[in-house]
């Protein structure tokens, strides 16, 4: 048996009625900023709980749109975290902001404790991860920000439906960065993006910002950018927000499974389960003894594990500019040399599921 770490081969078995919504685009040749592409944003706004929801071309975007409208720019400083996915770092940079990092606590997330110790007078923004599926906690974040009047710009983009107490992760601060990348729970056939926001004048600014700056045909109010959401792409988003429950259902389903079979295995440790988070399983990540052991029996059993991610930001080339070094951030180093992911999506089957349970407990056994 083969365990696929991603799912698209088997995704879209409803895909006569995306390539209807995809037909009815065509037949009208509503490409750019279409129908579908307002629906989706009106119907993405809810579910988010926010009043605005601007779509764009990648999650990469939403980030660095996020940020351009808030202002953010040359000689400010944005705080994050270095276990991230390159992007969160690159939007960052590509403002002309430097990233600053604080290290991650043991659910992976940034921790809250560390923050106040890197606010200087050039901080403009937190920008915390919602990694994994999880979700930080935003209470503290969002204390820290009003504190020391920053913005605050999640990075959703692995996060879309994930709760803390009964509030969704890209809802708390000034903006919230989606992606609908093909391999993230609400995903399209290409790149998209999506930014939720309370703001109208960040609603507005987006606005601008996502298409060339223009008011109406004639008019450019600003230079600036072309990253619209697709009205092709908007209407597979349309079917998958339909789909979105069942997608997380069924994660958080597959997870509580892997964590009851897994608790009992020493070398194993499963990170907090806090009960007030509604994670949503982007990524079922482990700290495993003797992970490299793990990761190439796994590989060898045909079971597609990997590590996201082995080198945290800090030490990577790009990152040489910004002066840290190995030690940085202990934390967060330490659990790069451990952490593995392993399959988790809504086309797991029941054997399938089984087989990588049996086969990490045989590993542990041998
Ligand atoms: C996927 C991802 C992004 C970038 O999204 P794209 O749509 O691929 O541009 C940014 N941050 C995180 C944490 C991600 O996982």
């Known amino acids: 048996m083969k365990v696929e770490f991603s799912y698209l081969k088997r995704q879209f078995g409803e895909v006569d009625e995306i390539i209807q919504g995809i037909r009815s685009v065509v037949s009208r040749g509503d490409y750019t900023l279409g129908k579908e592409v307002k629906e989706f944003e009106e119907k993405f706004a809810k579910f988010c709980g926010t009043l605005y929801a601007i779509g764009v071309n990648s999650g990469t975007d939403a980030l660095f749109l996020s940020m351009k409208a808030l202002g953010i720019g040359l000689g400010d400083e944005v705080i ?151 009205t092709v792409q908007a209407a597979v988003a349309l079917h998958a927000l339909k789909n979105l429950s069942f997608v997380t259902n069924k994660r958080m389903e597959i997870a509580r499974y892997y964590d009851g079979s897994f608790k009992n295995i020493p070398q194993l440790k499963i990170p907090p389960r806090p009960a007030n988070k509604k994670h949503v399983f982007h990524l079922y990540i482990l700290l495993a003894e003797n992970r490299n052991g793990l990761l190439r029996w796994l590989l060898d059993n045909d079971i597609d594990a990997k590590i996201h991610y082995p080198t945290p930001l800090h030490l990577q080339p790009a990152s040489a500019f910004l002066g840290y070094k190995e030690g940085s951030f202990p934390v967060c180093e330490s659990q790069a040399k451990s952490i593995i992911s392993l399959p988790l999506h809504q086309h797991l089957t029941d054997e399938e599921i089984d087989f990588v349970v049996d086969t990490v407990q045989k590993f542990y056994k041998k």
């Not at 709760?163 to 919230?176: E, I, P, R, V, Y």
């Not at 309370?198 to 609603?203: A, G, L, R, T, V």
């Not at 507005?204 to 910002?209: E, H, S």
């Not at 996502?210 to 959401?229: D, K, M, V």
Request: with cysteine.
């Open 80 to 230: 994050t975290v270095p276990y991230t996915f390159f992007a969160t770092v690159g939007a960052i940079v590509a403002t002309g902001a430097r990233p600053v990092f604080v290290d991650v606590n043991n659910e992976y997330l940034m921790d809250t404790n560390k923050i106040e110790a890197v606010i200087t007078e050039r901080t403009k923004a937190i920008l915390p991860v919602q990694w994994a599926g999880n979700i930080c906690d935003m209470d503290k974040i969002m204390a820290l920000a009003a504190k020391y009047s920053l913005f605050m710009v999640e990075d959703a983009c692995q996060s879309v439906g994930a709760l803390l107490n009964d509030k969704m992760a890209g809802s708390f601060g000034n903006a919230g960065a989606f992606s609908m990348h093909p391999l993230k729970n609400l995903n399209v056939w290409g790149d998209g993006g999506i930014i939720a926001t309370n703001s109208q004048s960040c609603y507005k600014k987006l606005l601008l910002l996502r298409n060339h700056g223009l008011i109406g045909r004639n008019i450019c109010q600003e230079f600036a950018y072309n990253s619209r959401l697709h």
